[in-house]
């Protein structure tokens, strides 16, 4: 499926700063990448940059001059996906994880896993394989927090969206990863583009591992899983800003759509795989 | 200077089970190995495991069998080390941080630096230069907190370090850490085995990067900086544990030793270090 | 029913200094005095005091000189108390509370009912009588907290135990009241001796006002339900703290029994009355 | 001086509900109620109230209709005040205050002193009397803490404001409050009116009890001190709400007004009389 994404973000610049941006599409065996462009309003550094705490491209951008600056990224991506059968993967076997799943199991600043182990096990006690503990994860915290805007704030974790009952995606995310940590199962955060996203959005959504496979979820069933195009993932929101500003840098606004080439686009909805017992993963 | 070190770690395991033990000491090109020596007790599975989230040596045991099981480590290590005085030192420029630094600006578990930007600020806003604000927090810390064995607990972090000040040297390193990368000044979280510690236990300490340099802190001041044998580092203790135990593993104990081969051994200490306005950089 | 209590409380007094302790017997038509004795060990000046946030008979020792100092209390009680069919009980009408129960529907410092909102529904959400939701919060603090002594700390809140699964007298009764007054039930908190407890100690339990009576809840199940014998209640321990101490005043130790007079004492136990659908009551 | 002033609350009703209002001026020897009124926009039914919690006269409003509610209140108050030195006031006592001082010494739930005994020493370490103490923690929360509307929500506490550095007059109220508790002087939280208050809103101040005395402070510094009217008093902002709704109320608005008769009222802020080192008492 091929799609066509864009973000414009704007910014006030204030005296020499600079901007880490994380917009640039994923490019992976499932996301190829067919064309992208990146372009800034005015006369600015540009460097490539991988960080090491997140899968990404990132791009620094270096402001000398104070002004308005917008950044516009477009780009057009093809993505693949599979739907296998949940009953089909095995529960991760510990020791057998490689160092490169391994952090995904440890508590992170938003995702305090090790807190919530009594209720991870509590809501999810009646099911016995890891991929019926991560749907009921995922099912239980789609029905029991409210999407709710402007109500959260960045310090919020995964413990205050488990009282609070209210937050936005990258609330919903943050607690569903805790309670999957929580439960000895691997999980990551993502951010990504998504297609028919009302209104359009960076969107956050996370993978299990579950059977040497990751699983993508989406908890807020927001998001058609087979529209999404992926841009970064790492612990939490704290590897994966859309955007670090240093310096004296304000009034952003953002703007970002997602289309997908085919027009007959059949979303799968977390619902529907759920009640199949289905996943989907972009391997 | 030459140490020899050594760790026995006692578990009664129950049934089949795994540790991940980060013992073994870091080969860098300041710390050479000698020699080293890793034995158990019975006959188990042991593989070497580099985990993506820290720098260390892991070693991964796979226990079948239950019963007592004792992990042996001893090493000979070379360590060297530099003394620098700290107004060499400049500032960090955040735009210049390459993407192996950045992830130690960013908040983590046991670390939340985004809640303490205000109170960083008060404690080192009479400093100018970034080596002088990295050390007046972590004179702050050793004089503000109160070294106590048995208060703090495992899920405790930087803010609750700050609000009750007690803690082992887990805790003096978290809010050390937090209050580092409050002040844009990225900072890592070290363990190492220390000569002359008083008792002998793993200890942790930090490193903040400061003019292109890891400058080596200890805000317990119960290490003497230039008798420290690295084993480990990562964002916070979330990513350097000791041992990670998966299935029905208890009764641990520990002993740890680090001794000097010299006999003219100096400790360097931090008070020193601090009044003379030094770094040391194990570099 | 006939109850002998007693309470020691030793201290090292160092320079001037008071205590202000709360071990007396309430007196109220269900539990009557017989005979009470306070003495302490040597010459010091003695308050009796009522402190305006709780309802109790605190007693306000005055020490000039430093040394040791020992408190003793003794008292005979009669104790008298009601059973009554849960089903019998009214929702509270949140409407006519009277001024003097209003507070105890408010969050307070170890309460946070204001948080717990949610948990609460989720706990109790199929219940529909005051009594059924209240009887099965207790009953879900009960089988979902750990009985532990020595891993919660005095300043641990209802979210803490919540998370932690475990704690003392103190954190179930904190835990369950802010349930409760989650709930629109209002419910306080209450310090008792206890026959049968073990070890003996003083213990916290709670009430919660439904259909117009004050209901006798124990979270811990650790004492009989006709065997407690009052000394304070308040909005939770805060308020009713068996000693606060100002001055230099350290290593205290607790000495703490209560026996039921009558051999044929047959205990009431939370369980059984959970059971019944049945709630004790001391008018 | 005589003030009048207004109180106007819209409200929503849906279903039988009641509203328990916390608007009427208190009366006592400091503020005569001259004259006043209370009336609603359409039949209910009225209730007197006093609630054990706190000081105030409350009024609770039943309501069986649905439909549009409005409830108006003006009154008009004669206050007097005393202005006395600072330095003639002598540091509580802490073993000769009365039950009637004591719970304004404990933790309440915004105000977790006991959380910040060491912050609160930190900031008043220098101050040898309790007035300038007091003094101190107020002027330190005028300057740390940053009036901002919309940031701070009714579940933050003294510990959140601590760390955001951000809020309303009752965040800086409660973190003033609970670092003067903290420091062992009772302290309790006012609402009022007040006089020359940009925008008209309710407000809230505090009280500290030095030398057998309540001194009157405001840490946002935005009211003039001899221009308040006050409403209620309690431990915080738990026991004296503007407004408790029971049942499906929505939709409030607010306004209010107070303005003094006298046009030559002189104002007397909160920065002059720290520098004079001075304290406003209404006895």
Chains 1, 2, 3, 4 share one sequence.
Request: charge should be negative.
């Amino acid at each position: 499926m091929i799609f066509n994404t864009s973000a414009q973000l704007d910014y006030s610049v204030n005296g020499e700063s600079s901007i880490l941006a994380s917009v640039k599409c994923l490019c992976s065996s499932s996301q190829r990448l067919i064309s992208e462009n990146f372009t800034t309003s005015r006369q600015v550094e540009l460097e490539d940059l991988e960080v090491d705490s997140a899968v990404g491209r990132s791009t620094r951008i270096k402001v000398l001059e104070s002004g308005p600056l917008t950044l516009n990224y477009q780009a057009q991506v093809e993505t693949s996906y599979e739907v296998v059968e949940g009953a089909s993967l095995a529960h991760p076997i510990l020791s057998d994880l490689t160092g490169a799943i391994l952090p995904f199991l440890y508590p992170s600043r938003y995702c305090q896993s090790d807190r919530l182990r009594h209720v991870a096990t509590d809501i999810a006690e009646t099911e016995s394989s890891a991929f019926a503990k991560a749907s009921s994860v995922v099912a239980w915290v789609y029905s029991h927090i409210n999407y709710s805007i402007g109500i959260s704030g960045p310090s919020d974790s995964a413990v205050d969206t488990l009282l609070n009952r209210q937050g936005v995606c990258r609330d919903f995310a943050h607690l569903a990863i805790s309670l999957l940590r929580a439960l000895s199962i691997p999980a990551r955060y993502v951010t990504v583009y998504a297609h028919q996203l009302q209104p359009q959005d960076f969107h956050a959504c996370l993978e299990a591992y579950i059977g040497g496979r990751w699983c993508f979820f989406d908890p807020t069933h927001l998001a058609p899983l087979n529209g999404v195009v992926k841009i970064a993932r790492g612990r939490d929101a704290a590897d994966v800003a859309v955007a670090n500003l240093i310096g004296d840098i304000g009034n952003s606004s953002f703007q970002v759509s997602c289309d997908c080439a085919d027009p007959s686009f059949q979303p799968l909805t977390q619902q529907s795989l759920h009640e199949k017992g289905q996943a989907i993963i972009f391997s």
